[in-house]
């Protein structure tokens, strides 16, 4: 079993910057892709980034430019840096990761319990 903590939420204003963090733990070895995903207020969660273990990304593409994911294997963290934020980025903001088993047969997808994030005008 994996759990992911999210940290760095918080209320900032337009045009700030916000640094989020998500620390794994468990059974990380199998862990695969990692990412961030958003729930704005009374929408559908959506896709915000995703990095694979080799580092490759892939953002929405409203986002490019502004955020930022990376990831620190060793210490079994990803990152999402925010630059720039908007008021229409407020949103609770959940870490994802993607497990593989030992024998490569069975894939789980795991979740934070989400932080949140709040941009004023």
């Known amino acids: 079993q994996v759990q992911l903590v999210e940290s760095g939420g918080g209320l900032v204003q337009a045009g700030g910057s916000l640094r989020l963090s998500c620390v794994a733990s468990?059974?990380?070895?199998?862990?695969?892709?990692m990412g961030w995903y958003r729930q704005p207020p009374g929408e559908q969660r959506e896709l915000v980034a995703l990095?694979?273990?080799?580092?490759?990304?892939n953002y929405a593409d409203s986002l490019k430019g502004r955020f930022t994911i990376s990831r620190d294997n060793a210490k079994n963290t990803v990152y999402l840096q925010m630059d720039n934020l908007k008021p229409e980025d407020t949103a609770v903001y959940y870490c994802?990761?993607?497990?593989?088993?030992?024998?490569?047969?069975?894939?789980?997808?795991?979740w934070g319990r989400g932080t949140q994030v709040t941009v004023s005008s």
């Open positions: 994802y990761a993607e497990g593989v088993n030992a024998d490569c047969r069975y894939t789980s997808d795991y």
């Open positions: 468990g059974s990380t070895f199998g862990i695969r892709d």
């Open positions: 990095i694979s273990s080799s580092f490759r990304t």
